[in-house]
């Protein structure tokens, strides 16, 4: 039997910092027509997202607005390339 304790993370553990606004805690819930659901549910499966992955995104964006995210998206993919700062 191995000891856990000496095992490294798995590779899926999230380290509780990979949103620069922090872990996502909180809820929101709202009531939609059928109709209306169905088509959301649909744009998040073309875009290959979850419901919750979608409305994150898009509240997100209208929250601190598109050129913003934008950046913050870049910022973050430019670091995990090892793409520029490098001393």
Known sequence: MSDSQNEPAPFFTRS??????????????ARLPFEIKQGFIRIAHEHNMTESELLRELIMIRVVGFDMYKKIQEDR???VAGIGNEE
Do not use: A, P
């Open 77 to 79: 993919l430019t670091s």
């Open 16 to 29: 509780g910092v990979s949103n620069i606004f922090g872990k996502n805690t909180e809820e929101v819930k």
